[in-house]
């Protein structure tokens, strides 16, 4: 059983420009979460999914972030017109049940 | 908002001693659960804690939940250079639809 999926694993954009990350959960897990970790901190919460549904949003700014799981495919974190403080490492975690969460490798995004 | 507390964020420790950090909540919880993340890599998840005053081992790592869920423990016997890394408390709020608050994490050197 492969584990969590994301990519790309690093990712570099200008100011201004949008970033997209992509998290293909483990098999069987309908339960998808989004955190943002900075240098020397902890995990920040950002969203909370199931397929087709935002469960809890309560952790991703207001503007320029959104994030989905549809259907088919992977959940996607989007993150318009970036500014050097979205510089970070974002991981997503998948659940089979709501409570442990399997972390994936991480997409390092690094806006210059 | 809920806070999860782990002080200090460095430890370091000689190789064969015991090592032991806490972590403490602003609310009681409904669970609690223990990430343990390398250097470089992602959070792997270690245990869950559901129960009041439960302990879990694991090998050489014991886990504690309080009596009134709000802190726990971990413990690690005879540290081991292996054991090298950053240990996340993470905990659910009772009723929070199982959104973690993460703590900011201990860093564990240990001089061989």
């Known amino acids: 059983n492969a584990g969590v999926m994301q990519n790309p694993r690093h990712l570099v954009r200008r100011r201004g420009q949008e970033a997209r990350l992509r998290c293909s959960p483990m098999?069987?897990?309908?339960?998808v979460y989004w955190y943002r970790q900075l240098p020397e901190e902890g995990l920040k919460f950002m969203v909370y999914?199931?397929?087709?549904?935002?469960?809890?949003e309560s952790g991703m700014p207001k503007e320029r972030f959104s994030a989905e799981f549809p259907k088919e495919g992977p959940s996607i974190l989007r993150i318009q017109q970036v500014v050097r403080g979205d510089s970070a490492a974002y991981f997503c975690?998948?659940?089979?049940?709501?409570?442990?969460?399997?972390f994936g490798p991480g997409t390092r995004l690094t806006v210059t | 908002g809920q806070q999860v507390m782990q002080i200090p964020q460095y430890q370091h420790v000689q190789e064969g001693e015991d090592f032991t950090t806490y972590c403490n909540s602003s609310?009681?919880?409904?669970?609690i659960q223990w990430y343990k993340q390398r250097p470089g890599g992602h959070p792997v998840f270690l245990i869950q804690l559901v129960k009041s005053g439960e302990v879990k081992k694991q090998k050489r790592l014991t886990f504690q939940f309080g009596e009134a869920k709000k802190n726990s423990s971990l413990h690690i016997t005879a540290t081991q250079t292996t054991d090298v890394g950053t240990y996340f408390c993470a905990g659910e709020p009772a009723g929070a639809n199982s959104k973690l608050t993460f703590g900011k994490g201990i860093t564990l050197s240990v001089r061989p």
């Open positions: 098999k069987g897990h309908s339960h």
């Open positions: 999914l199931q397929k087709e549904n935002i469960i809890d």
């Open positions: 609310t009681t919880l409904s669970n």
């Open positions: 975690a998948s659940s089979p049940n709501m409570y442990e969460q399997y």
